[in-house]
């Protein structure tokens, strides 16, 4: 039930139009819902789906490696070490993509705090978690780039293994492809913290300016 103020705000104080008003509302607010939903549930399976494929990856090369290593070390060949790398080409597009899910969460969540919950026609679930998330660290909590820069650490760890056995020459260039990755992960992580506070704040400002467009 819409309070009187709410009704005011968005044009559902006539008795006339005021049901088919709220009818659209409460449908529009249910699709918001339901697309959160589908985004956090295909971010829980990106997630799962990257962890998964870099702890095969790294366990069938290290496999196949350490196979050889303790067969005849010196033949292994320097160029077999840059297979370690392969998890870190998966770590970084899943990221990347995680991002783009969670900033699209955090856009139809503005949009629902600033069009439903300011104006007092809701449940104010978005404002409540963003102040929770600011008192109660646990809340703030993230665990996905801690797991994968945990698999990136691994991966950059058995490679610099793998250079430093095969006894490669020019060592500074095989410094390179690990030096490259990190900032590449580096950037990734920065984008995807940077997708929860700031770019949400961001989002906020933008639509409570539309608002004020559209109801002075």
């Known amino acids: 039930m819409t309070s009187e103020r709410g009704s005011e705000t968005l044009g559902l ?4 139009d005021g049901k088919p008003r709220l009818e659209f ?4 607010y249910k699709e918001l819902r339901a697309e959160i939903r589908q985004r956090d549930t295909s971010m829980t399976q990106l997630f799962l789906t990257g962890v998964i494929a870099a702890v095969a990856l790294t366990s069938g090369i290290s496999g196949f490696y350490f196979n050889l290593y303790t067969k005849a070390p010196e033949e292994i060949p320097w160029q077999l070490s840059y297979f370690f790398l392969a998890p870190v ?4 597009p899943i990221l990347s993509m995680l991002t783009g899910h969670r900033r699209e969460i955090r856009r ?3 949009y629902i705090q600033v069009f439903y919950e300011e104006p007092g026609l809701g449940p104010t679930w978005e404002s409540s978690h963003q102040r929770m998330a600011l008192i109660a660290i646990e809340e703030a909590h993230d665990f996905v780039p801690v797991a994968f820069w945990c ?3 691994v991966s950059i760890g058995l490679y610099c293994y793998g250079i430093a056995v095969a006894e490669a020459g020019c060592l500074w260039v095989h410094l390179f492809a690990p030096m490259l990755l990190s900032v590449l992960m580096t950037v990734a992580h920065v984008r995807y913290r940077g997708s929860k506070h700031h770019y949400y704040a961001k989002r906020l400002s933008e639509w409570r300016d539309i608002y004020r467009q559209l109801h002075g």
């Not at 509302?25 to 529009?28: C, D, G, N, P, S």
Request: hydrophobic share 65%; no cysteine.
């Open 13 to 16: 104080s006539s008795a006339r």
């Open 25 to 28: 509302l409460t449908a529009e």
């Open 89 to 92: 080409a998966v770590i970084i």
């Open 108 to 110: 139809i969540a503005s």
């Open 151 to 153: 698999l990136f650490a």
